[in-house]
């Protein structure tokens, strides 16, 4: 029997919501880094197995992009250098110097890269490159951890991940301490949150994966 008129207007434009809904879950969408969540830190050896220093930055900003559904996406880290902090004044003023950070010719450190080993829509690793020092060279970030949820708070969908990798600093013409034995191996970690911006407020990454 067929349908009334009204019947096929009212599913019609159920179809297309639904089809518009769809499509507004595709595609990439762009995360800012939250500054007030997002600390890089390091491990550095002192004196040859001795101790080990730790410290943070306190000033980052960039974004990430991210389409689950394709199994892609970027990263673009901006570090502030001048805010490493090891909690000790002395050494953060050291630090800043021409001994290791030279802050005054080198301000920033960036991380760029793409998102990559996508499992079951997460990210595990970001193949990139750091500049640093002055220096660009490749560093592949391994991903421990990878969440996207609607933020709690303002409602709109937050990503956050824990990654790592290990590098030479004298690679990045920073040798403090290498003539005293200091192991010139550092553990980079990056804690980050990002929080999708307005104009991709339709294209949540929380759509399924196709992988």
Known sequence: MPLPHRTLHALAGTLLCLSAASAAHAGSATYVIDPAHTYPSFEADHLGGLSTWRGKFDHTSGKVTLDKAAGTGSVDVTVEMASADFGLPA???????KELFEVSKYPTAIYRGQLAGFVNGAPTK????L?????TRPLELSIKSFKCMPHPLNKRELCGADAYAVFKRDDFGMDAGKTYGFNMD???RIQVEALIDDGSAGKVALASPAH
Not at 126 to 129: D, K, M, P, Q
Not at 131 to 135: A, S, Y
């Open 91 to 97: 050494m953060n003023d050291a630090a800043r110097g």
């Open 131 to 135: 500049t640093l020092h002055g220096v």
């Open 186 to 188: 550092v553990t980079l």
């Open 126 to 129: 970001v193949e990139g490159s």
